[in-house]
């Protein structure tokens, strides 16, 4: 059954970074673009940002543009997000999913994705 396993999480202060990892397992990841999902404690779920399987392109939140980026690299089956500047408004468990395009990148749709992970938490302390 395919999944992502994420990772890269932890605890930081504000205006540090992280870099958040997922790997795919049991599906081909070149057939799918990724995208990075959050949702902090008793808040809704957003769409972090999305990057194309075709040419790397990528969508941002208005609340991240300027401080994350995402990246992918196929032949390791992976998908990344580098997080920089982060503010304790970026503290919430980060999920992956397979989208089967751009227009998905949407927290409406990430529960309906083929292939989703378990998270990993990220805290940004003040």
């Known amino acids: 059954q395919g999944q992502f396993v994420e990772s890269g999480g932890g605890l930081v202060q504000a205006g540090d970074s992280l870099r958040l990892s997922c790997v795919a397992s049991?599906?081909?990841?070149?057939?799918?673009?990724i995208g990075w999902f959050r949702q902090a404690p008793g808040g809704e779920r957003e769409a972090v940002s999305c990057?194309?399987?075709?040419?790397?392109?990528?969508r941002y939140a208005d609340s991240v543009k300027g401080r994350f980026t995402i990246s992918r690299d196929n032949a390791k089956k992976s998908g990344y997000l580098q997080m920089n500047s982060l503010t304790p408004e970026d503290t919430a468990v980060y999920y992956c999913?397979?989208?089967?395009?751009?227009?998905?990148?949407?927290?409406?749709?990430?529960?309906?994705?083929?292939?989703r992970g378990q998270g990993t938490q990220v805290t940004v302390s003040a």
């Open positions: 990057i194309s399987r075709h040419n790397g392109r990528a």
């Open positions: 999913a397979a989208l089967s395009g751009l227009e998905y990148c949407e927290a409406k749709y990430y529960t309906g994705a083929d292939y």
């Open positions: 049991g599906f081909n990841l070149d057939d799918y673009d």
